[in-house]
């Protein structure tokens, strides 16, 4: 007999290094263990609007995201969530391991084309002030079954989780084995949170640049 397929949701912002690496850890999960992950998406600008109203660095790279989100959103409604993970996943490139600027036009047109998409649509999705709506709805729902942060985790209606954060690319049956564990931890109603101090940044591409520089 087959192994049941387990089904994922994960909710990103493309601004996120912690989402974006937890993103490729599940990636990575469904090529070791029988899941299916389905991308949904958070907006760090809007749960964060008045905070970062004293933090310019913040409120600059949230509403980078937010443009990304936007792009994103219009993905999802012309050609269904997969293009819509593609695309983030061609974003988190550009982005988080390429340093290329997030919230720029430029970025997001190479990034949709990278996804097997017509570029334009980034252009589309930015001019067009429905894919903001659509995607504070989207922020509003997650927010309902009280998603506060990225990322965050539901499999099949769980209630959500905010992590597993990592620090690095898992990859192979390391990855499997966080993956048991962590859907263990999540399937117990009991369980809520396990932390520990964060005392370095996430191990992508931009940072290693800035630190060799």
Known sequence: MSTPTTTVSLHVDPACPWAWL???????VTRVRPVR????????????RERDQKDEGMQRSHSAGERALRVLVLVEREHGEPAMARAYTEIGEAWHERGEPLGEVATLRGAVQAAGLDPSLADRALDDESTYDELL?????????????VPTLQIEGSAPIFGPVVDRRITGEEAGE???????????????ELKRTRDHRADVG????QTAA
């Open 37 to 48: 992950v389905v991308t949904r998406l958070f907006d760090l600008a809007e749960i964060n």
């Open 206 to 209: 931009r940072y290693r640049v």
């Open 22 to 28: 937890t993103s490729r850890w599940l990636d990575e």
């Open 137 to 149: 709805a989207q922020h509003r729902t997650a927010c309902e079954v009280d998603c506060f942060g």
């Open 178 to 192: 966080l993956w048991d564990r962590v859907e263990w931890l999540i399937r117990r109603g009991f369980f809520f």
